[in-house]
């Protein structure tokens, strides 16, 4: 929908399609038409004495169908064109653990919650929806690592729901690296946590189902983006982007994707981050009839697909955003030794390990040694996984043991 808003009311994430140009500017504007990716853009057109620009609310955010309980003030620059270095932790992550585990369980109850009032007919309050969030965005800023790891210790049985909170998860993380407001990341957080709503009208037998699907229970399931976009059209307070992740997060930059086969531009900035978010989760999860694949193997397919099925940039700034080494990837040192990445350091390459297998005498250790490889000056010299170092069939039983969760 194309309508005209005030420059005042112009944040990152609102697409603009003419910027109403005084005739003393006309043709030296240098700015093209496309979504606000940086608040010095509005400061540009504030000076030029622009005072209303044209947007299209489907393919970016509107300001006026926002929670007016929020506040909408942009505070930095943000976006895949601004991204910010990766953010120290300000709490250990063996404190905030704890802390995130509270919150996870609360947003897989918040979920369900949600699951359950459609599923009785009702509509979902949007309060709950930005309670939780709010204790997402605080943890994550806390320390990133925490809900991160939590979101890839969980059991194959829960994942409709921990799906939602770990796609939530990313997004707030994605939103931290560009340095988005807290308002914007809340908006961007709620769309994220319920993107994938309308599948508790799907079947279980078709949700659920261990084995490959029929053309048209394929059919079935896809249709869960149409559903989950009509919900939360009814949910009052929820803005207009929150619709449009809802409808359009399995549209592919390539326009591979459904249900309308957007490509590139036409697919809105909070889509396509997170559609990356959505794609990294359902690849290193655990399901009912496949295992999930190792991070690493789940980034390497996330920038593979950078620039087909996702804009380049933005999947190469998610990878950057997780790190080279995530806690809980399994890695071998250059001196012969092998463990886990237990936690970050401000040297993304040099993170703490946690050192259990000696791959010269091919034996386990007496006893764990944590190794601080930014303090001592150690290299990770190739990545591993839980299989050969452990002989667990997945990251996640080998993270639940090590972390004891």
Known sequence: MIKKVSVDDLRVGVYVTDFNTPI???????????????????KILKSWGVGQVDIDTSLGLDPETLPKNKKRKVTSPAGPNNPRPRIRPSVPLKIERNVALEVSREAMRAVEHAYQ??????????????????????SIHRNSDALILLGRIREKDTYTLQHSV??????LAMCQYYDMSESQSLDLAVGALFHDIGKAIIPLSVLNKPGKLTAEEVQIMKRHAEYSSELLHQVQGIPQHCVDVALHHHERYDGTGYPHGLR???ISFPVQLTSVCDVFDALVSERCYKPGLETVMGLRMIYEGGGTHFNRELAYDFIRCIGMYPVGTCVVLADGRSGVVMESTEDVKRPVVKVLYDETKRERLPRPIRVDLSKTGGEIACYSNASTLFGCTHEGQLLRKLFAV
């Open 24 to 42: 003393a500017h006309k043709g030296s504007i240098y700015i093209e038409p496309g979504p606000i990716s940086r608040e010095s853009t509005i």
């Open 117 to 138: 009032d459609v599923m009785r007919g009702d509509v979902p309050e949007a309060g709950q929806f930005y309670d939780i969030a709010e204790r997402m965005y605080d």
């Open 166 to 171: 770990s796609v939530c998860t990313y997004v």
């Open 264 to 266: 590139r531009e036409q």
